[in-house]
């Protein structure tokens, strides 16, 4: 369950780091800031990434984005957890498996220093947790072995578990495995994760149909969809990825990001070039 966690801290990462940094004066200036991607799973262990912003629009080592060094803190009631850094990501901050789980309904406050930076923030109400129950993929939770349909043929059903606890949902499509000939090229010594392809926040509704107009790339696809508390449901409704501009609404003080509770769960599916293509 843990890998859930780390997945969405490095798609975080790819449309937090690159975007959240920029300067809209048009002068060739940067200023460094520090983002808080606060991101806990519901009914896993308490975990965070800090990392720091980079220049827009350039390809970012994801390994070298994080914070070390960090003191991090995480209250609920009168409970204080020090976090400790998890060697498996730069910047990644956590407990032990076995340690406190991040439980619905729950108020968390946190406070880190690196540095003379500190940035605090709190979410009173942690999401529920989330469960897909129905699709038309039949095979759909293996990121091996998958349904595979043909590019623009096939609409993607998911339906999941309502809880009235949660303040919204957010979908999150990826392409996580690209095999266009024409796809840009990396240096091999960075890790870059794509793009999501859709982030889709919503309040109410418990289920995406996704037409095939939004699945332009062959290869592995994974959607997320995940259950969120208010800070976590207006962040993702207020960021607009791939807009230099984007300003998403934060509950962090002292930095960027955000601080929050969320439920996740996962599919995946195979998408294919047309036979004659």
């Known amino acids: 369950m843990k890998k859930i966690g780390t997945s969405l801290l490095l798609i975080a990462a790819a449309w937090t780091v690159v975007f959240t940094g920029c300067d809209n004066s048009g002068e060739d200036y940067f200023d460094e800031q520090l983002v808080l991607q606060g991101f806990m799973v519901v009914d896993q262990p308490l975990s965070v990434r800090l990392i720091h912003t980079v220049k827009t629009g350039l390809y970012f080592d994801n390994s070298a984005v994080g914070v070390t060094g960090a003191d991090v803190r995480i209250w609920t009631g009168e409970r204080e957890f020090v976090l400790r850094e998890d060697s498996a990501l730069t910047g990644v901050y956590s407990l032990p498996a076995d340690s406190h789980l991040v439980t619905t309904g729950t108020s968390y406050r946190i406070r880190v220093e690196s540095g003379s930076s500190v940035l605090t923030a709190q979410t009173d109400s942690a999401a529920a947790a989330l469960h897909i129950d129905s699709t038309n993929l039949q095979v759909w939770r293996d990121p091996v072995a998958m349904d ?36 840009p090229l990396r240096d091999e010594n960075q890790q870059m994760s794509d793009l999501p392809l859709i982030i889709w926040p919503q309040r109410y509704e418990t289920y995406l149909l996704m037409p095939p107009i939004a699945l332009n790339f062959e290869g592995r696809h994974r959607v997320l969809v995940l259950s969120c508390d208010l800070p976590a449901y207006n962040y993702f409704f207020t960021n607009y990825p791939g807009d230099p501009q984007s300003n998403p609404q934060s509950n962090v003080s002292g930095g960027l990001g955000v601080f929050c509770a969320v439920g996740i769960d996962t599919a995946y599916f195979y998408v294919q070039k047309p036979a004659d293509d």
């Not at 606890?165 to 095999?179: A, L, Q, S």
């Open 148 to 183: 595979s349909f043909v590019l623009g043929e096939f609409e993607c059903y998911l339906q999941w578990n309502f809880d009235p606890r949660n303040e919204g949902y957010t979908i999150i499509v990826e392409n996580i495995e690209p095999d266009w000939e024409d796809r």
